[in-house]
């Protein structure tokens, strides 16, 4: 019996799931770069005031789910429960935000929050986040979005965006005190931590993942009934834009964020309808620079889970692109070479050196879900052809074994 295990809610990653994460970021930074973002590294830990200043001091996250610690000297800091905060700290400590077109910020590591764990919430995370510090224009939110919903396009990850807006300070207070008001004559299926929150921050109770909660709130007021014309008129162009890209969305009056400082835009992307758990979100964010210190300028961004879009990943997911089968000893040593070649040229090929049995060979590398299989025994080396066979279609041809047609074979084009 191991005589330690590891802390509740902490993953121990396996090489598999390590690769999908790298798989996911090389790609979310590729995305990053076209967009023009810069990639940076902040800090795991900061102040403890920064995050209840930014997040929120009556949210989840600031009330229940920090890790806090004092250091040798007393001073309070939290482990980090998400990166808005430390990133615009960092931009105005770093005198990064000076862009007459904003700047763009994006990130990657891990996260904590002391949460209940399950499946796809954990206590030790990974976020890839991107922030658009400076910029208020309509293409902006769309930018943001079309990020997100891109990163997971390309993953193949299905999703669905749900967008919504919590308009201007003055909307959202005349909507707060309308729900208060309805909530107060409706309480009768909340729990005892929604009552609290009626008054402390009525917003969270919409947010709920209760069920009895989300079934008594349904007729509540909704935010876009409080909606003044401009706040409107720019949901409703944010919206003819996503049509023009060809965003899979869908608006949700009931979307409304766990986090404070967000005000007009709001958007998450979730698995399927009715999904609890979202791949990421984010939303406008317009004083929360200002709150930090610096001037008053907008800023939009979103975050997502790195293990939840893995998760999803595996489960749609997709073996080694090439599996290599060589048939006993000779066959080995004779291929060996060739398969050298091909890594040389970058081509992905997952070896399988202990096969001596076709039927046995091929049944393994079925069950890994290869895209092809490329096989050489005796017949192979007699003829100095290699067997290539598309396990998809279930195509097979034989090619000799020089470098570019075995590439040509595998679909692939060696410049
Ligand atoms: P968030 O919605 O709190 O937003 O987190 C973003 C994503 O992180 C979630 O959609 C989820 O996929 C993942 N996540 C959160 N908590 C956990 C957990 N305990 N275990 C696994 N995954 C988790 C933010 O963090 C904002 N900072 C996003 C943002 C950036 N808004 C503007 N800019």
Not at 304 to 323: H, K, Q
């Amino acid at each position: 019996m191991p005589q330690y295990k590891k802390p509740k809610g902490t993953r121990d990653l396996d090489s598999k799931t390590t690769e999908i994460f790298e798989e996911i970021r090389s790609l979310f930074l590729a995305i990053s770069k076209d967009l023009g973002y810069e990639h940076v590294e902040i800090p795991i830990f900061e102040s403890t005031k920064l995050f209840e200043r930014s997040t929120g001091e009556t949210t989840d996250i600031v009330t229940k789910q920090m890790y806090k610690f004092q250091d040798g000297k007393n001073r309070e800091f939290s482990l980090r429960p998400e990166g808005t905060p430390g990133l615009i700290r960092a931009a105005l400590e770093n005198n990064w935000i000076n862009g007459h077109n904003g700047n763009k910020f994006s990130y990657f590591g891990p996260f904590f929050r002391y949460e209940r764990p399950q499946k796809g919430r954990y206590r030790q995370f990974f976020q890839l986040g991107a922030e658009f510090i400076g910029s208020d224009s309509l293409e902006s939110d769309a930018e943001c979005i079309y990020f997100l919903s891109t990163l997971l396009k390309e993953l193949k990850v299905k999703n669905l965006i749900k967008i919504n807006s919590l308009g201007t300070s003055q909307e959202r207070l005349d909507y707060l005190k309308n729900l208060k008001e309805w909530l107060n004559k409706n309480k009768k299926n909340l729990s005892k931590e929604d009552l609290t929150n009626i008054d402390k921050n009525p917003l969270r109770i919409l947010d709920s993942k209760r069920e009895l909660t989300i079934k008594s709130i349904k007729n509540a007021p909704k935010i876009h009934d409080f909606w003044g014309s401009e706040t409107s008129e720019r949901f409703k162009k944010l919206t003819s834009i996503l049509d023009k890209i060809n965003i899979n969305y869908e608006v949700d009056p009931c979307l409304v964020r766990g986090l404070d400082y967000y005000n007009s835009t709001v958007f998450e992307a979730t698995g399927h309808e009715g999904a609890q758990d979202a791949y990421g979100g984010g939303g406008k964010y317009d004083s929360l620079v200002a709150d930090l210190g610096g001037n008053s300028i907008p800023a939009i961004g979103f975050a997502a889970g790195v293990d939840r879009i893995a998760s999803a990943i595996e489960m749609t997911d997709l073996g080694p692109f090439c599996i290599f089968l060589p048939l006993g000893n000779e066959c080995r040593e004779f291929a060996f070479p060739t398969i050298a070649k091909l890594w040389d040229k970058g081509i992905p090929i997952k070896a399988h050196w202990n096969e001596t049995n076709l039927k046995k060979a091929l049944k393994r590398a079925n069950s890994s879900s290869a895209e092809y299989v490329l096989i050489f025994g005796e017949k192979e080396k007699e003829k100095n052809v290699i067997t290539c066979k598309n396990m998809k279609n279930g195509d097979q041809k034989e090619v000799s074994m020089k470098v570019s047609e075995i590439a040509s074979a595998l679909g692939l084009n060696l410049k």
